[in-house]
């Protein structure tokens, strides 16, 4: 009698508890696949630049190079987004006659812009009637250009696109040139130096795009105004983007790009009706285990009787 007393309350225990992890299953289940589908997306990003500089300039007086690192109208989102305009940059350089600034660039236009939404970014520079120049040669400019544009355009979902002009006559240490497509273009002016030009360099890849109009790569050596040699790359109109991330697309139980949703939902009319009624898949399990309980209660019952 006590035995069957104390033995009943654990078995009753036991399938409670079992009963209970059962149910609990499914919803960790639903708990730990809403966790997973939660996701991010990437923004897009976009740049744009005038004109950047990496030259080094070596004076005649001193044995150490002078670091000449600017940029002009440089813009980028989504931290900034901007459409600036400049027409003249000048810079300081110790020892450079005298320390008096020089014009590096002058245009007539110097615009830049970077812009971002959810589904596209785009870079884009726009410089018209441009004069470059570096220390040493107040009067005779490295290039003079007409006009020059780059844009990069990057759409979510879609190939990114780069793309790259110059405008009109180019003329490069005095010298009117033809530029060409299929490589470099040299110049060399004795006395003064030698400038190479790469035209139109543009790079793509699933989501990013970049597009340069210009890039020079100077070598001068004028020996006035205290400057012995200049060199150093100068890259005009630079424009880059990176795409926003591809929304993901929304998932349809209904639909057949998901076969496990297809199956649940083509279940049985009775489980459908647990789900209405407040139950779940487990409902059955935890009725079994009910009458389980109740039949090996009756028979302990029925025992003690007949030990009585």
């Known amino acids: 009698m006590n035995g069957n007393h104390i033995r009943m309350p654990a078995r009753r225990l036991a399938a409670v508890a079992a009963a209970t992890a059962l149910a609990a299953g499914p919803a960790a289940l639903a708990t730990a696949g809403a966790a997973h589908a939660t996701t991010t997306t990437d923004e897009g990003r976009a740049s744009a630049a005038v004109l950047r500089t990496g030259l080094d300039v070596a004076l005649v007086n001193k044995t150490v190079d002078v670091p000449l690192a600017v940029s002009l109208n440089e813009v980028q989102a989504p931290r900034q987004q901007n459409d600036a305009q400049q027409t003249a940059l000048t810079a300081h350089l110790d020892g450079v006659d005298g320390g008096k600034p020089f014009s590096v660039l002058r245009a007539d236009v110097a615009t830049a812009k970077a812009t971002v939404t959810?589904?596209?970014?785009?870079?884009?520079?726009?410089?018209?009637h441009v004069r470059l120049h570096v220390p040493g040669l107040p009067l005779l400019s490295?290039?003079?250009?007409?006009?020059?544009?780059?844009?990069?355009?990057?759409?979510?979902?879609?190939?990114?696109?780069?793309?790259s002009n110059v405008l009109g006559s180019v003329t490069v240490l005095g010298k009117r040139v033809t530029l060409t497509a299929g490589?470099?273009?040299?110049?060399k002016v004795p006395g003064v130096g030698e400038v190479r030009l790469d035209l139109?360099?543009?790079?793509?890849t699933s989501r990013t795009a970049a597009a340069t109009a210009l890039e020079l790569t100077v070598s001068i050596n004028p020996l006035k105004l205290?400057?012995?040699?200049?060199?150093g790359t100068l890259t005009?109109?630079?424009?880059?983007?990176e795409a926003p991330a591809a929304a993901p697309a929304s998932a349809d139980p209904g639909s057949d790009a998901d076969p496990g949703s297809n199956v649940k939902a083509q279940g049985a009319p009775a489980k459908a009706d647990l789900a209405q009624t407040?139950?779940?898949?487990?409902?059955?399990?935890?009725?079994?285990?009910a009458v389980v309980l109740?039949?090996?209660?009756?028979g302990a019952v029925a025992l003690a009787r007949r030990r009585g």
């Open 278 to 289: 407040g139950g779940s898949s487990v409902t059955p399990y935890i009725a079994g285990g």
């Open 118 to 128: 959810s589904t596209k970014a785009e870079g884009y520079t726009d410089l018209a």
């Open 226 to 231: 205290n400057v012995a040699e200049v060199e």
């Open 142 to 163: 490295v290039i003079e250009v007409e006009g020059i544009t780059s844009k990069a355009t990057c759409e979510a979902g879609k190939t990114p696109v780069a793309s």
């Open 183 to 187: 490589g470099p273009t040299d110049v």
């Open 294 to 298: 109740v039949v090996a209660g009756g």
């Open 236 to 241: 005009l109109a630079k424009a880059t983007c």
């Open 200 to 204: 139109s360099k543009r790079e793509t």
